[in-house]
Structure formats: C-alpha cells, structure tokens
C-alpha cells in the first residue's frame, strides 16, 4: 500500500481511482500480485458504487498501474468461472519515482532526505535497504516458499474475506463456517452448538468439495452444515432405536414368547 501512497499526483490526478488503487493494494502479495477483490468488496471499502469501481480499475489498467495477473489463483478459491472477480497485478515499478537525493549537510548534517511526510525512500549509496514492511506480511519462512505456493498461501484467507455475505462460492478445503451464521441456525433448528463435531464437519466438507457444482452463500453452507448435523442425529437415533427393537426381539425369544 505503500507504493500506491507514494505515487505523484500527475502519475495518477483521479482521485477516486486513487483511493481504487489504494483499497486493491491491501490485497495484493508483497511483490504486488495476485489481488482479487470482487467490484462489491471495493465498492465497500472505497464507498464509491460497483460501476464506478469497475470503471476506475479500467482507468488504472489503462494507466499502466496494474494489469490483469494470473487468475487461476482466483480459480484455487472459486470454482465457478463467473463468480471469480479479476486477479489484478500491480505494476510496483512505474508510477512511484523516488525523490532527488539532497547533499550531505543540507538539512541537518545527517545525510537523510527531508520528506514532508517522513519518509526516505532512497537510502545513502553503501547502505542497506530497509525491508517494506506495509507490504510485505510475512515472515522469512514463507517467503522462502515457491513463488505459486507463496501466493496461494497468503490469499487463503484474503479469498474468505473478498467473499461477501450474499456472494454464492463453492465448498473448498480452507472453509469455515461463520460463527454467527452459524450460531444462528443452531438455534433456529433447536441444536446445540456440541452437535458439530469435527468428524462431521470433516464428512460434510469432503462431500460438497467433490461436488464443486454446489454453491452456497457463507450463510447458506452453515444452513447446510445444520441440515447434515440434523439428519445425522436423526439417523443416529433411528439406528439406537432399531438396535433397542432386536434386543427385546430376542429377550422375547429366550423367554419362549414371554416377556
């Protein structure tokens, strides 16, 4: 997010595509790849309305200040094609010059360049560069990782989050439900919270991810989640009561027909 704030005013002097811009940034991986916010997430954050986002992005692309990337990392997330919002790069090499160098001494004696907003973005000749830590959220592990392994890591939970409430997404491995939605129907359904397990909620999930032709809003999978933990308590009673029918079946039959 860093670059988008330090972008000159005459790279970009649309100001709502510059807060479009600021807004996609937050999303993107610390090379700037693979932002994937859907046009009603934006619209959201950025308080402008789904067409006007749409629009704006079309001016950034135009810019050169993004381009589309590789959309099979929203295709990882989101089965359905027309559901998938854009995967957008940004191009973290243009638009964002660093300020002229000052001499030595003309400020303070220290060599730093004055910025009105505190910032150096060139470092003396010799000396290390700082880590851009605004972009870059992970640790040293992670970054060692393969580059396709990396970005579909760090988007896990940046795909949950670009899925809105009414958003309809297919089943996938990293799911989880809404706790309120779920909380919710539990008690619609009068059944406690104890009734999901993980064994169930591990069949549930491995079930509907073979069948990615289903899809459901986050609300909807927990309507889902209650229906399967229904049913199996009700299968799993059925089956008690069977089991307690052959007992008396077979009292009844050592007893010579006499209970």
């Known amino acids: 997010m860093s670059w988008a704030l330090s972008l000159p005013t005459q790279s970009l002097k649309d100001s709502s595509a510059r807060h479009v811009l600021l807004c996609l940034a937050n999303y993107a991986g610390s090379n700037g790849a693979g932002a994937f916010p859907s046009a009603s997430t934006l619209a959201q954050d950025t308080g402008l309305s789904e067409r006007t986002v749409r629009y704006k992005l079309d001016v950034l692309e135009s810019s050169g200040l993004i ?57 003396e000749r010799g000396a290390a560069a700082a880590p851009n830590t605004s972009i870059n959220h992970q640790g040293t592990e992670q970054q060692q990782r393969p580059p396709i392994a990396d970005v579909i890591a760090e988007q896990d939970q940046a795909a949950i989050d670009a899925l809105d409430d009414r958003q309809r997404f297919a089943m996938f491995a990293a799911w989880t439900p809404n706790e309120k939605a779920l909380a919710d129907q539990l008690a619609i359904a009068r059944l406690s919270a104890e009734v999901i397990t993980d064994q169930l909620l591990e069949t549930f999930m491995g079930f509907y991810v073979a069948r990615p032709a289903s899809v459901q809003s986050a609300a909807g999978w927990c309507f889902e989640l209650v229906k399967w933990a229904k049913r199996d308590k009700t299968r799993t009673a059925g089956a008690a009561a069977q089991t307690d029918e052959f007992n008396d079946t077979d009292i009844e039959w050592m007893n010579g027909g006499a209970k």
């Open 67 to 123: 381009q589309k990337g590789n959309q099979a990392i929203a295709a990882v997330h989101i089965d359905r094609h027309d559901r998938r919002p854009v995967v957008y790069d940004l191009q973290l090499l243009r638009g964002a010059n660093p300020a002229p160098r000052t001499k030595r001494g003309a400020d303070d004696a220290t060599g730093c360049n004055s910025q009105q907003n505190g910032v150096q973005p060139e470092t």
